[in-house]
């Protein structure tokens, strides 16, 4: 048996052992050989590739070529004129009556009950109306800034919920609008209520200080001892009694003499905002939770902005103010008298026939300087600013980013303002679209997109590059698309 087991081993070792290296060759060669024959094929298949692209752009050119030829399909397509040779006067047929898309410009409304229990004697409201918000284009244009659109579907522009949330405070015949020439008549529109006479026409831009300066120097004349409180016309504020009551707190303390600004407490680190640090309490019994305004901050880094977080010592300057229209006068003639002589000038023909003759021959000369750095700096380093904090939601809307928060969404899909069965997603994250033109925007596989289709414009971005559409009114309006802008 042993040797039977001897033989067999020997047999096997003797028989096998030289095929083995035969087999492993035989496989390997079988190997390269399919290897290049992929290869092969591969390269055939790429070359195919290459010839079928190389056909259907000549198909595409001669396509092209005989739409330019004929109108055998039906039309005649022309080539657009150069941007630089287009009339710079001339709009889009398919904008509203004021020059905004027509599926949210706002008509004239009907009137809306309002409740003055809370009106506060004495106080006039001034709404500075200006800018074209730029970081809202192609929406927010020239002829129609943001503040005269519906941006969160709630049937009021930006500027009429402003009316309605300062109304219960004062009276149409206490409330002013300061704004362009080129908006008066739209803001007119949207506010049948206004007085004519509260319409303040600037002839151009000069800053937050000219506007509400002249609004100033006019109502001291009008009435000696009015409070006055600036809110800017574009804001979105969330909490009206809260917001009612910060008003009425900070015109407590406007009327001891104080330059006042109602702080927002910042939800996060931002770097778009000025900052406010607050002091010691004022001690006045009508404003328990106003303080002394220590020290008015530039926009921060982020590094500094998460600082001033830490503290709890700041808020955001959301830039209103309310102070008596004499005292801003007199901080104005103090820090920025050129600025003072001239709205005074104005003031003095304002409700009179020379009005447009002396306000064309003063405006152009008036320094541009916000009220920030021409009154509010200079009171606060002598303890004359007081802050109150709000306590209300606030906005200013700064981008579509901003815009996301203010419209509804299902699930995880793209916010919708305007009509949403224009809008059809498959595997669509976030995002904000705007199908402003009325056509079908479909969108497959592409996450957290702005896409805001008007008639004459087409913007595509991410959310997070949102902030930076005003950089590319910029390069459109270098490019010749000023018409558009």
């Given amino acids: 048996m042993s040797s039977g087991l001897g033989y067999v081993q020997s047999t096997a070792g003797s028989t096998n052992a030289p095929e083995a290296p035969a087999d492993v060759s035989s496989m390997f060669k079988q190997i390269l050989d399919v290897v290049g024959k992929s290869s092969l094929e591969i390269h055939e298949l790429r070359q195919e590739c290459s010839d079928l692209r190389q056909s259907n752009a000549n198909l595409e050119r001669q396509l092209r070529d005989a739409f330019h030829r ?5 039309y005649n397509q022309t080539a657009p004129s150069s941007p630089n040779l287009r009339p710079q006067n001339v709009r889009s047929p398919f904008l509203g009556p004021s020059g905004g898309p027509t599926a949210i410009f706002v008509p004239p409304t009907s009137d809306i009950a309002i409740d003055h229990s809370r009106e506060i004697p004495g106080f006039w409201a001034v709404v500075p109306a200006g800018g074209a918000g730029t970081r809202l284009w192609p929406l927010s244009r020239q002829h129609t800034p943001k503040f005269l659109l519906d941006l969160t579907l709630q049937g009021r522009s930006l500027i009429q919920s402003t009316w309605d949330r300062l109304l219960p405070l004062t009276s149409p015949a206490r409330l002013m609008v300061v704004t362009g020439r080129t908006h008066a008549v739209s803001v007119q529109d949207q506010l049948p209520d206004l007085d004519h006479s509260n319409i303040f026409s600037e002839p151009s831009p000069k800053e937050s200080m000219a506007a509400i300066g002249l609004a100033a120097a006019v109502l001291a004349l009008r009435d000696p001892e009015a409070v006055i409180g600036s809110f800017a016309a574009d804001h979105i504020i969330n909490g009206s009694d809260s917001f009612t009551s910060a008003v009425t707190e900070a015109v407590a303390a406007a009327r001891a003499n104080y330059l006042v600004t109602i702080g ?8 778009g905002f000025g900052y406010i640090r607050r002091g010691d309490s004022v001690n006045l019994k009508d404003a328990p939770n106003t303080r002394i305004v220590s020290q008015f901050k530039e926009k921060p880094d982020a590094r500094t902005a998460a600082a ?20 801003l006068l007199e901080m104005l003639h103090e820090n920025v008298p050129e600025l003072y002589d001239g709205l005074q000038t104005i003031a003095q023909a304002w409700d009179t026939p020379q009005r447009d003759h002396v306000l064309d021959e003063i405006w152009p000369s008036l320094p541009k300087i916000a009220i920030d750095n021409a009154v509010a700096e200079p009171a606060a380093a002598k303890g004359m600013v007081a802050v109150v904090p709000a306590t209300f939601g606030w906005d200013d809307l700064g981008s579509y980013s901003d815009l996301s928060s203010y419209l509804p969404a299902e699930g995880n899909q793209p916010r919708v303002l305007g009509d949403s069965s224009l809008v059809v997603t498959d595997q669509v994250a976030g995002g904000v679209v705007v199908p402003a033109s009325g ?9 957290d997109l702005v896409i805001v289709d008007t008639p004459d414009a087409l913007l595509v971005t991410t959310r997070a590059r949102s902030q930076d559409v005003k ?15």
């Fill in 308 to 327: 001033y977080l830490n503290t709890g010592h700041y808020f955001w300057n959301g830039g209103m103010f309310v102070v008596k229209a004499s005292r």
């Fill in 70 to 74: 004929s109108s055998s399909f039906g």
């Fill in 439 to 447: 056509r079908l925007i479909a969108c497959l596989g592409v996450d």
């Fill in 471 to 485: 950089r590319l009114v910029g390069k459109c309006k270098e490019a010749g698309f000023k018409m558009l802008l």
């Fill in 264 to 271: 927002i407490a910042p939800a996060h680190p931002a770097t």
